[in-house]
Every structure is written in structure tokens, then in C-alpha cells.
């Protein structure tokens, strides 16, 4: 792995607010950046007014950060590559954009947290499904888009096998506002990126009943244990889901007001029902195909996931929030 | 250990908000409950007005629930002592009370979160220290106390060496909104329950400077790595910490508005000082002795404890709020 050049040229496939966020970010480091959407009229649109209005809205986009819908011009020729694609969208775009990826010499990373619903793949194994052998790596974290874009103090973690692609990495977004943690487990990372969402819609249900912390710190803690059990079948570190990975994002997720994930739950909580919700929002929520997603992966690996039983039945088998619930406190007394 | 009795002989000592509370749930479920208090001024107004003003506003003190504050009367004849003494004042409250246990039969049960200063004692510690070998076991847990007392769904962990204690508090303390696990890790119970405190401390100190959720998470994640590796020097299960005990009242403590204890960091990070925070203070916040206490269990353990440092230095050493977040967040690159 070569040093970090003066002048990485970089492109974020992905206009939503996390990818939008780290194109500024990457381009406030100096950096030479391009931003790929999918769509040329909303890219048109960024173009022209250099606010994400839909996905980040009141942060500028500076003016020398280059912008497209091409991918050629996003894949041909980058240091670096950063996949901030919906996770049931990524196989799509990554299928488009192959011709124009330069697999010997460009690092990849990806940013999407999900696990694709028809192959129960993790966002890295779709990624080498697709492209084969590449530069790989994977940045997740408690990573608010607004609050990183708004200089908060912020942290993730790079996973990789290589440590030499976790260093290019970690030199290439850390800031003094940014911290990143190195961590050479993949599979842990990328699930506790991912399931967390489903837990979040869990903690989103209690809120919605009404209940408060001590519920929640449950439903979290709880959360997390059937995360790990999961992970750990698949291959993962147990203590990778302790880290700002698995715990942290599970925390952010779970207690911010801007996550969509809780504020799906919370709106069903209330007495609202999955299609009322999702139909009046912009944004993709992972949580809800990723409930599926982990729904099946526990049933397939036979590890016991009452939270997100739970949270699947409500959100699919339409069953009764306050029941869910309830049926998770009276469970058995048990030995922790 | 006999099954437990139709009508088991309680009594809690503390009329604080938790005592109070725990006091109010096991005459709820039929036990014979003495609440007791150290002064007689607030027992007879408790007495008399059937409300805990002071530390449980707005819950009513059932008829039924016997109040004192005779130490005899509330020590003599128990199947069950409840500990809810401040950390602080333990030691003295045990003291008198002795003459009055009867240490043979009666089981002990601390529910106090915190660390002595002048010895580093645990509470479980300071109890045997005081009262020789008694059936002790210890409760703790995300447990904001006038949640359990709304009746909203909480759960603790009864932590005991000795696994009939710890079904015995299982039973005793059970009810289909209050869901209690069972550990043998005593001292990863008690340390879980006593440092995070501190890492709440440290969250609110973020929130005052105005951060957001992302470095709350951090703090929180990295908070719960700084306790895990002090608790496994001083005898802990390393899995303690995950679970409901220790992430589960950390996440609890950091997030709740009712956190007394972020409240202080909260006012600290806004510009305030210590003193003037306390003093206007009816509750005791745990967290500022015990900073002091996790500071010098990690010098004396060499375990590397960076944000207790900083929130101990923060309190005690007068150091700028905002210096020691940027210190946190500007220390080397690091694996996680």
C-alpha cells in the first residue's frame, strides 16, 4: 500500500446524506472529489443549488466538490471509491458501474449498513460477488450524516483484513473531529452496522408505548446480546460488537431523534401500521428489510433472537405492539 | 434456601427515590414492608402526606406500607434487608443497624450503586466488612426509579456467588413489568452499577458543549471498554459489562433526563462549576465520589482509563470542558 498521495482522487457513489457527508468531508480535507447520484435530474438539482435539500438539508456543498450522474466519471481513475448505496440497491449499481472500476489499483470501501434480502449477504460479500477480487474495506460507525457535517465530534471504525487498506483508511477521513478505530473483523462490523437497525425499530416500538429508559436500555442491551450470538455463528468477534461499531451505532441509532429506523417504530408504537409509515418517508430505512433479513439468518443458523422475532412479527405478521412487548418481559426468569 | 414465604417480613432501608420505589413494588405484591428513613422530621412527613416530595414526586405511598425511623423496628425479624443507603453514608447506617440484623436468617440485599472513597470498597464489600458473613446479594440495573414506579417495563440483575440467593431475589423482586436476571458476577454487578456514573458524567459534559448523539455513543462505547478492563483487574467476567447491568444502566444513565448524574456533566459542559451545581442539588449524584474512587482504582491497577481521567480532571482539577473532549479525540490513531 502506498503512502497517502497529496491529492487522492476520490468518488462517493451516492448522493443520500451519509455519502453526501463524507464527499464534503473528504473534500474539506483536500482531496479531489467527485459525488455520483443516480438520478439526473435530482443530480441537476444538487448541481444548481449546492444544498442536498432532501437528504442534508442547511449543509453547503462547496463549489469545487465536482458533482455527476456519469459513472464513468465516478468509477475511471480513483485512488479511492466509496459505496454509500442502499444495501438492496448496491448489486444494481455495482453491476453498472464494473466497466468503469479500475479493480487493480482503486480501494474500495463501503459505507452501507444491510444485509441484502435475497442473498442474505453482508454489503462486502456483495460487493466481491460482483467485482471479484478488490482493494476492499468497511467504514461503520455512530455516524449521524448532519452531525459530522456540522464539525460534531464523530467516530467509526475501519475493517479490513489488510491492515495496510485499514491505514490508508483511517489517514484518509480521520480529521480532529473524526476519530477512526482500525479492526480487522469484517463480518462483526458489518452486522453490527446492519442489525442494529432492526433493534432500533424495537427500541422506536417502546417509545411509541409510552414506556422509558429502563425499557429501552433493555431492549438495547438484550439487543445486543442477540446481535453478537448471531454475529458469532456467522464468524464473527464477540468483542467487536462491544466497540463503537456494534454498541456505539446501536446507541446513536436507538436514542436519536433524526433515525429513522426508531422513528418507524415509535410511529407504529403508536398504532400505525408499517405501509402508512414508510409511504409518507423520503429516505430508505434499512431496519425494515434488514428485520427480514436477520428474521431468516437466525432461523437458518438456529440462534435464539426473541427482539428481532419480535420486531418482525410486528412489522410483518401484524402483531400487536403492546404484545410483542409484553411477551418479551414475561418471558421465563433467566440467567443472563 | 427455603421457597419464599406467603408473606415474607421486608424491609428497606433508605427513603430515597429508589428505596421508596422498591419499597412501593414489594408491598405491591403482598409482602409485609418496612420503609425506614434516617430523619425524623422527613418520616413523619412521609407519614403523614403518603408522598416522597422530595425524591419520588407524584407516586403515592400506600396506606399499608409501614414507615419508620427506628432502626430496630426495621432491622429485627426480616426476611429481607434492602440496602439503599448513598454510598457514602453505608458504612455508618450498617453500623447501627447491627445489633438489630439478625445475620443467621435474615437475607441482605445492597441496591446501592457506588464505590467508597476512603477505602475503594464495593458496597457488598463495605456490608461484609461491617457485618461479618451474611446471605448478601446485590441488585442493580437500568432502573430509573420512577419508571419502575409508573409501572413501565423494567429490568435489574440479582447478582449473588450463591445461585439459591440469587433465585430467592429473582422471586422476591419479579413482576410482569419488572424482569430480573440472575448473575453470579458479583463484582462485575457492582462495578457496572458504580463506574458508569462517571461515563455519564463525562456524556452530559458532551451535551452541555452541544455535541450530539455520535460522540455521546463514542464516550458511551469507549466508556464501557475504560470499566470492562478496570473490572477485569479487580476479579470481573469481561461479559458482565455487555449485558444488562453494565451497558444496560450505563446506556440508561447517559440518555435519561432524570440522570442526575449526566444532569451535573450536563451543567459543567454549559460552563458551570462543580459547586455551583451541587449545591443547588437535593439528590446525591453518585458519580462525582465515585469519579474519584475509579480514578485511583486505575492508577493503583495501571489500567488506562482516558475518559475517567479527563472527567476526574474536569472535577477535581478545574480543567476546561471542551480542552478535554479534543484531549479524547485527538489522542493517537488507534486499533479499537
Not at 463501503?110 to 460477488?129: A, C, H, Y
Not at 460534531?152 to 475493517?159: K, N, S
Not at 407504529?268 to 409511504?279: D, P, S
Request: proline residues 3%; aromatic residues 6%.
Amino acid at each position: 500500500m502506498e503512502a497517502i498521495k497529496a491529492k487522492n482522487r476520490i468518488s462517493v457513489l451516492g448522493d443520500g446524506g451519509w455519502g453526501t457527508t463524507l464527499a464534503i468531508h473528504l473534500h474539506n480535507k483536500g482531496y479531489d472529489v467527485t459525488l455520483w447520484g443516480v438520478f439526473d435530474d435530482y443530480v441537476a438539482s444538487l448541481k444548481k443549488k449546492r444544498v442536498n435539500t432532501r437528504f442534508l438539508p442547511g449543509i453547503e456543498i462547496p463549489r469545487g466538490l465536482n458533482i455527476t450522474s456519469d459513472l464513468r466519471e465516478a468509477g475511471e481513475g480513483k485512488d479511492l471509491i466509496v459505496l454509500a448505496i442502499p444495501s438492496q440497491y448496491m448489486r444494481g449499481v455495482l453491476r453498472k458501474a464494473k466497466p468503469h472500476i479500475d479493480r487493480r489499483n482503486s480501494v474500495l470501501v463501503s459505507v452501507t449498513k444491510g444485509i441484502e434480502n435475497k442473498t442474505l449477504m453482508r454489503m462486502s460479500q456483495v460487493i466481491s460477488d460482483e467485482l471479484g477480487t478488490v482493494k476492499l474495506g468497511v467504514l461503520s460507525g455512530p455516524t449521524i450524516a448532519h452531525e459530522l457535517a456540522k464539525g460534531m465530534p464523530t467516530t467509526a471504525v475501519a475493517a479490513c483484513g489488510n491492515p495496510d487498506i485499514c491505514r490508508y483508511l483511517q489517514g484518509i477521513f480521520i480529521s480532529d473531529r473524526f476519530r477512526i478505530y482500525a479492526n480487522d473483523d469484517v463480518v462483526g462490523v458489518e452486522l453490527g452496522g446492519s442489525l442494529k437497525n432492526v433493534i432500533a425499530i424495537g427500541c422506536g416500538i417502546s417509545d411509541g408505548l409510552g414506556f422509558g429508559s429502563n425499557a429501552k436500555a433493555a431492549l438495547l442491551s438484550r439487543g445486543l446480546v442477540e446481535i453478537s450470538r448471531l454475529g458469532v455463528a456467522l464468524g464473527a468477534k464477540t468483542r467487536t460488537f462491544s466497540g463503537i461499531s456494534g454498541l456505539g451505532d446501536l446507541v446513536t441509532t436507538c436514542i436519536s431523534a433524526y433515525s429513522r429506523n426508531r422513528y418507524i417504530g415509535e410511529q407504529i408504537g403508536r398504532g400505525k401500521k408499517l405501509k402508512q409509515v414508510v409511504k409518507h418517508m423520503q429516505m430508505i430505512a434499512e431496519g425494515v428489510p434488514t428485520a427480514r433479513s436477520a428474521y431468516e439468518l437466525g432461523r437458518r443458523h438456529k440462534v435464539e433472537m426473541p427482539i428481532v422475532r419480535e420486531v418482525y412479527s410486528v412489522l410483518y405478521k401484524n402483531k400487536n405492539a403492546l404484545k410483542a412487548v409484553e411477551d418479551l418481559m414475561t418471558r421465563k426468569m433467566k440467567v443472563e
